[in-house]
C-alpha cells in the first residue's frame, strides 16, 4: 500500500473549577499520508457546550505543509450554519461558501506568497500546522502573517468564509506525556501575538504534538475558556 493512514480520537474537557474534568467534546480523525508527499486530513468536531458545534472538515496539503484545499461543513444549536470549498494557489486564494448570516459567498484573492497554513479549527490541524516553525532556529517565537481560517470565532463557530490573520508560535522544547491513547515524545508549541488578529484575543493556548507527524497529543487553552484536549486513540495502519 503507497500511504500511510493515521486514525485517532481527542476528547475535550473542561478544567473551569464548576465542571472540572467533564467531558464537553470530542474529535474523530482520519490523516493519509499519500506516496507523493500530499496528506488528506478527515475531521468530525463535537462540542456539546451551548451553543452546540458539530464540524465536519477535509483538508488537503501538499508535502510543504501548505494547504491545497479544503471542504467545510458547520452545523450549530442543532442546525445548519454553513458550507463552503476553498483552494489555496501560489498567487490566490479563493472560495465558495454559504452560511446563514450572509447567503452565497464568492471570494478571490490575490496574493504575494502562498497562505502557510489553513486553521480549520480541528485541533488535530492545530497540530499539524505547528509544521509551519522552523525547529534549526531552536527555542524561541516566530511570526507567520500569512494564515487563514474559515471562522475568526474561537470555537469555529461562525460562517464559513475566507478570513486572512497572523498569528505567532513559540517553541517551549520537548517533553514526552503520557495520555490515554499512550506515552508520546512531543514538541510544545504556544500560539502568539492573536492581538489585533480575531475580533477577540485568543487565550493562552499551548499545544503538544508529536514529533513525525506533529499530531495534537494534547492541548491546553486557559482565560476563559480552561479547557484541555486529550488523545484517546491513535492507530497507525
Keep these: 500500500m503507497a500511504y500511510t493512514t493515521i486514525r485517532g480520537k481527542i476528547l475535550y474537557t473542561s478544567k473551569k473549577p464548576e465542571r472540572m474534568d467533564q467531558e464537553r467534546g470530542r474529535e474523530y480523525f482520519t490523516l493519509t499520508i499519500q506516496d507523493d508527499g ?5 475531521a468530525h468536531c463535537e462540542i ?3 451553543p452546540m458545534v458539530v464540524r465536519d472538515v477535509v483538508l488537503a496539503y501538499d508535502e510543504q505543509n501548505l494547504p491545497i ?9 442543532h442546525k445548519f450554519e454553513g458550507t ?3 483552494r489555496f494557489a501560489k498567487n490566490f486564494i479563493e472560495s465558495e461558501t454559504f452560511n446563514q448570516k450572509d447567503g452565497r459567498i464568492s471570494q478571490k484573492v490575490d496574493i504575494d506568497s502562498p497562505i502557510q497554513w489553513f486553521g480549520s479549527h ?3 490541524g492545530d497540530g499539524l500546522g505547528l509544521k509551519v516553525f ?3 532556529k531552536g527555542e524561541g517565537k516566530q511570526l507567520f502573517p500569512n494564515m487563514a481560517v474559515p471562522s475568526p470565532d474561537h470555537r469555529g463557530a ?3 468564509m475566507l478570513y486572512r490573520l497572523g498569528y505567532g508560535l513559540e517553541f517551549r522544547g520537548e517533553e514526552t506525556i503520557t495520555v490515554p491513547a499512550g506515552t508520546f515524545d512531543c514538541y510544545v508549541f504556544a500560539f502568539t501575538d492573536t492581538a489585533g488578529q480575531l475580533p477577540e484575543e485568543h487565550p493562552p493556548y499551548l499545544v503538544w504534538c508529536t514529533k513525525d507527524h506533529y499530531v495534537a497529543v494534547a492541548a491546553e487553552a486557559g482565560g476563559y475558556m480552561k479547557t484541555r484536549y486529550e ?3 491513535y492507530v497507525v495502519e
Design 158 to 160: 461562525t460562517g464559513p
Design 122 to 124: 480541528p485541533i488535530v
Design 231 to 233: 488523545l484517546t486513540e
Design 38 to 42: 500530499v496528506r488528506v486530513l478527515h
Design 84 to 86: 463552503g470549498w476553498f
Design 69 to 77: 484545499d479544503c471542504t467545510y461543513r458547520l452545523t450549530v444549536d
Design 134 to 136: 522552523d525547529l534549526t
Design 48 to 50: 456539546d457546550d451551548a
